[in-house]
Structure formats: structure tokens, C-alpha cells
């Protein structure tokens, strides 16, 4: 369903890309691991047309950046873009409209029970607390009903509830035969349905493994995450652990 084919995308010097390659299945969910600045945004980033880039990403067959494609993929950003003067609603409105969704109304009303926004739904983009936004993030990210979906670091500032709600989503989505790609840099937070991980480093990905493929080698995600990464940035492997959650994404 997706496919990313050599793929480098540099800032600079920075080599934020480097070559990367991957296939993900229709009706599957991929953990995309790694530290802070392993290059996850990047290549989620670049999946869904935002970046100029080396290499060839089709999804269902088709170039990531025509408009067939765009209609199928769906990204939910690691931080909220939200216009302050656009209430919940008419974020919701503005995007239904935008895709010239059809009988939307039902969907809107169904995300934002399961998402606890039904009395914020007046309230004006700046008026919403972190993970209020971050919740109606998420609402927008699903609204289309995308054949793809990229989740970026999606876990973070959402309450019990809503992570719970989300996780039962994703098996939701993948049980229908979506294709669903999920960034984290906290393992802990890889608990739900997943059938592939991939785990990146400096840019590059140091492991691609199906969960029986590790299950068969009797190892755990952490296992293997620790066995790919120590070694090659032991600041790197620190900031996965949870002990510097500052990282590096100030610098964006
Ligand atoms: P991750 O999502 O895994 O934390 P990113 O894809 O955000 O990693 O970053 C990969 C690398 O690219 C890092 O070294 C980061 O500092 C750099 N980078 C990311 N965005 C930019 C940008 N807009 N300009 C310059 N460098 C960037």
C-alpha cells in the first residue's frame, strides 16, 4: 500500500533521510521507533508531500504528491496547526469542506464524543488547553477517513481517555484494512496491536521486523531496540529511554 523507496532528505548538512526503503501492508500497524532527531517527522513528512526529497514514495501506486494520492493519505502532525480564530466546529467544517465530504455531519459528531470535545465545540483554536488541541488534531486527522494514516508521536499530551480511545481506533482502522505508520520515541508507549516495527537512527533505519519475526527470535521490542542503537549514540539511546525528553525538537 505504501512504499518508500530510497529516500534521502537532507537540511543542510543535516542528513535527516538517508536512504531509506520500506513497504507497509494494507490492514497493518507500524511502530516507526527511535530517538529524538532519528529522522521519523522526516520521513512522515515527506510520505505525505510536505518536503522536497531524493527517492520515489507511491502510495496504492500512485506518487505521493498527485491528487489521487493525497485523498488516501492522511498525517496527524506531531504538533497541532490550529487557526485561533476557527472554533472546534468549524475546524472540522473547514477540513469536511476541503475534501468535499459528503454527509459528514454523523462523522464529526461520532469523533468528537469519542474524543470528549462535544462542549468544546465553540471554542476558538486558542482558547484550547495542549491537549484539547492536540485532541482536535487528531479529530482532523481521522475525519477523511484515510486508506493511510500517519500518526506523529500522537500519544503525547493526550489524557488516559483519549490514548485508550485512540489505541481502539488504530484496531479499528487496521481490522477495516487501513494502513496505519505511528512514530514514537517512548517503547512503553508501543503496548497496543502493532505487526511491524521499523527502528531509526541518524537517519538511517537499523531495524525492520514483523512482531512474529520477533517473537520467533524470543525478543522483546526493547531487546531489540537497545541491541540495533547501543553504541551508536549513547546520548541517543538515553533520550529513548525517557531520561531527556527535551531532545532536539526545540531546534525545529
Ligand atoms: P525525529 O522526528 O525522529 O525526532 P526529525 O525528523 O524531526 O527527527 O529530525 C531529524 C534530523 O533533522 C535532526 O537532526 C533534526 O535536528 C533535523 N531537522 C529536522 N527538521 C529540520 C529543519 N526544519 N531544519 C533543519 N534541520 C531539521
Known sequence: ???????????????????LSFHLDPGSMTVLLGPNGAGKSTIMKSIIGFLKYSGEITVNGLVNKTTEARRIL?????IP????????????EFL?????????????????????????????????????QQKLNLCLGLLPEPKVLLLDEP???????????????????????????VSTHIIDSVDMLWDRTI?????????NVTKSELE????????????VTEGVDERAVSEAAGEDEAGEKGEK
Open 1 to 19: 500500500m505504501l512504499d518508500v523507496k530510497n529516500v534521502t532528505k537532507k537540511y543542510g548538512k543535516t542528513i535527516a533521510c538517508n536512504d
Open 74 to 78: 492522511g498525517y496527524v502532525p506531531e
Open 81 to 92: 496547526a490550529l487557526y485561533p480564530n476557527l472554533t472546534v466546529n468549524e475546524h472540522m
Open 96 to 132: 469536511a469542506r476541503a475534501y468535499k465530504m459528503q454527509d459528514y455531519k454523523g462523522r464529526i459528531e461520532e469523533l468528537f464524543k469519542r474524543f470528549e470535545l462535544d462542549d468544546k465545540r465553540k471554542k476558538f483554536g486558542d482558547e484550547l488547553s495542549k491537549g484539547m
Open 155 to 181: 500519544m503525547i499530551g493526550l489524557d488516559p481517555h483519549a490514548i485508550k480511545e485512540l489505541k481502539n481506533v488504530i484496531e479499528e482502522m487496521r481490522s477495516e484494512g487501513k494502513t496505519l505508520l
Open 199 to 207: 527502528i531509526m537512527q541518524n537517519g538511517s533505519i537499523c531495524a
Open 216 to 227: 520467533a527470535a524470543g525478543k522483546t521490542l526493547e531487546e531489540l531496540f537497545f541491541e
